[in-house]
């Protein structure tokens, strides 16, 4: 098991849906982050959240629309998404203390089919 | 060309042997180093991280870091058919919040 938690483990839903993806983590770390993983590729970087402020994104459509509402969770809203949006979604998080650099710490995922 | 590069395999070898898991990098500003192990409909579990130049152990893992070459390699000693997995370096500048990965590579010990 890991120390970051991801809800659901799986989800469906159409493309007029709207969803939301849940992560928390209680290790104290202060930047959180949004990936997206298709089969046999890297994860792919979306959202950065340091100190609960968005500080990266990666230029993402806007039907994905992410929330931090505080030091231990992390949201991604969902709405109107494309089949093409299936994947796994991944949560990380890092103790991010200046100024040092410290490792992601991954979630399980949730993986996501848009039908 | 990548920023990272990580030959995709796949890696097939028979239990017990020792396995050497490769990536090179272009971006002389990366400082850290780790390498995560990913099993199929899982997240990456963090195998190993390091910040300089040189050998890290851990068990039977043991990560090296040569900068001057922009290489970094990932052995695994007595490998086990448990060890079955994709494996993904990954590498970031100092104080950043990005981190670069490589494609991964599958490995596949058989018992």
């Known amino acids: 098991d890991t120390e970051v938690t991801q809800t659901p483990k799986h989800l469906v839903m159409g493309m007029t849906n709207k969803k939301s993806l849940k992560c928390e983590q209680h290790?104290?770390?202060?930047?959180m982050y949004w990936y997206k993983q298709k089969a046999k590729k890297p994860p792919e970087l979306m959202f950065v959240?340091?100190?609960?402020?968005?500080?990266i994104n990666e230029s993402v459509p806007s039907r994905f629309s992410p929330e931090c509402p505080n030091s231990s969770l992390l949201n991604l809203h969902l709405h109107a998404l494309q089949p093409e949006d299936s994947a796994l979604y991944l949560c990380?998080?890092?103790?991010?203390?200046?100024?040092?650099?410290?490792?992601?710490?991954f979630g399980n995922g949730t993986r996501l089919t848009v039908t | 060309q990548k920023e990272v590069e990580q030959d995709p395999g796949p890696l097939s070898v028979p239990e017990g042997a020792i396995v050497s898991l490769n990536c090179t990098y272009s971006n002389s500003a990366f400082q850290y180093f780790m390498w995560y192990r990913q099993y199929s409909r899982k997240g990456p579990e963090l195998l190993m991280y390091?910040?300089?130049?040189g050998n890290k152990e851990d068990g039977r893992f043991t990560a090296q870091v040569d900068k001057s070459s922009k290489y970094i390699s990932l052995f695994i000693r007595d490998s086990q058919p448990s060890d079955s997995a994709t494996y993904l370096c990954a590498m970031s500048p100092y104080n950043f919040n990005k981190f670069y990965f490589g494609s991964g590579t599958k490995l596949n010990v058989k018992p």
């Open positions: 390091t910040y300089s130049s």
């Open positions: 990380a998080s890092a103790h991010k203390t200046r100024p040092d650099n410290s490792p992601l710490h």
């Open positions: 290790m104290g770390h202060r930047a």
């Open positions: 959240y340091s100190y609960e402020k968005l500080s």
